[in-house]
Structures are given as C-alpha cells and as structure tokens.
T-cell receptor
Framework: GQQLNQSPQSMFIQEGEDVSMNCTSS?????WLWYKQDPGEGPVLLIA?????ELTSNGRLTAQFGITRKDSFLNISASIPSDVGIYFC????????FGAGTRLTVKP | NAGVTQTPKFQVLKTGQSMTLQCAQD?????MYWYRQDPGMGLRLIYY???????DKGEVPNGYNVSRLNKREFSLRLESAAPSQTSVYFC?????????????FGPGTRLLVL
C-alpha cells in the first residue's frame, strides 16, 4: 500500500530556531498536504501542494513537493511557542494517506 | 459557518455495545470521510462517501458501517464494539473527492471501548 514515512518523530527546539521535517514514500502522489493538529482538535490544513517541484509558503512555513512525487518537506522559520503541536504530512492519489506525525515542542 | 461538527466528543462503551458517531458539514461539500487516529500512526481512512448516495471502503473498514444520510450528514456505526476500536475518530469533508481537493476536519470523537 501507499505508506508514508515521516521524520523526525519528535523535535524539541528553542524558540527562534528553524525547524525542518519531511515525508517520503515508495509510491507517487498527485497532491501533498501538511496539517497541524493541536491537542484535542482535528487537523488543520497548513499548506497544499499540487505540482511536482512546487515550493509554497504560508507565512513562516514553507513546503515543497518533491520532483519525484515521492517526498515533501516542511520548514518552519523562527519558531514561536504557538507552533507547538503535531504536524502531519498527507499524500493523495486515489485516497489520502497520512504520515505518523512529527511532535514539535518549542521551549521559550 | 461551523465547518465540520461531530457528536459526541467523548464516549465510553462496553465490548459488544453499539453506537453511531454523527458528522455534519455546512460547507456544501460533496465528499465526506471517516478516519481513525491511533497513537504513533497517521490517520487511516475507514469509509468515504464521494457524493450523496454513495459510500466506499477505505483502508480499515472492518467492524464499521456508514450511512450518507443526506449531503450534510455522514454517520459511522459500530455494531458490536471491540477494544481494538478504541481510538479517536475524525470526520472530514471536501468539495470533491479528487486529489486536488483539500479535506477539512472536524474536532474528533474520542472513543474508549472497555
């Protein structure tokens, strides 16, 4: 099946640091998405990528759709305490598959 | 707009009991989805409904049934709950079911089966 490998599993960083996380798959996808989930809430869409090679920003967030269509990364610049949460990648071809998530902790 | 709403927020069941999780969206979306989320794993698709009147199995459909009641509502039923169904259940909706459409998620239902 279409399995997504997301890394790292968790990160502990200092406020102001940059963060990078990525997802890889053995299968290709037509769409890559990045979601953030706060405790007790559902995932909220951060960035959607629709074309191989696409690089998209949303404020301090930047994500890229890998050229091979099998990977994507998300960068967060100048992290702040409210960036805390779990970040999920998702790849969509026929249905949507999710990575296991990266749990981000930001120390003030 | 409330977006995607789910009821109940929390539920405790005994093994063998049945229950229905409710989901509604007010965004006039055609497609709706049910996922489960377990620790250390991503969300996994249980069932989806590409449009009113249709439903299809996802990655982990066993032990569940669904009903697309109308365009707004999509329910998930556990006929005989098992401890393995302890999870957080998320409903989602999208305008269409193709890969260019992003999904919007509800707040989740936390289910514990004893």
């Amino acid at each position: 099946g279409q399995q997504l490998n997301q890394s790292p599993q968790s990160m502990f960083i200092q406020e102001g640091e940059d963060v990078s996380m990525n997802c890889t798959s053995s299968s290709i996808f037509n769409t890559w998405l990045w979601y953030k989930q706060d405790p007790g809430e559902g995932p909220v869409l951060l960035i959607a990528l629709y074309k191989a090679g696409e690089l998209t920003s949303n404020g301090r967030l930047t994500a890229q759709f890998g050229i091979t269509r099998k990977d994507s990364f998300l960068n967060i610049s100048a992290s702040i305490p409210s960036d805390v949460g779990i970040y999920f990648c998702a790849g969509q071809l026929y249905d949507m598959r999710f990575g296991a998530g990266t749990r981000l902790t930001v120390k003030p | 707009n409330a977006g995607v709403t789910q009821t109940p927020k929390f539920q405790v069941l005994k093994t063998g009991q049945s229950m229905t999780l409710q989901c509604a969206q007010d965004m006039n979306h055609n497609s709706m989805y049910w996922y489960r989320q377990d620790p250390g794993m991503g969300l996994r698709l249980i069932y989806y409904s590409a449009s009113e009147g249709t439903t299809d199995k996802g990655e982990v459909p066993n032990g569940y049934n669904v009903s697309r009641l109308n365009k707004r509502e999509f329910s998930l039923r556990l006929e005989s709950a098992a401890p393995s169904q302890t999870s957080v259940y998320f409903c989602a909706s999208s305008l269409l079911s193709n890969s260019q459409e992003t999904q919007y998620f509800g707040p989740g239902t936390r289910l514990l089966v004893l």
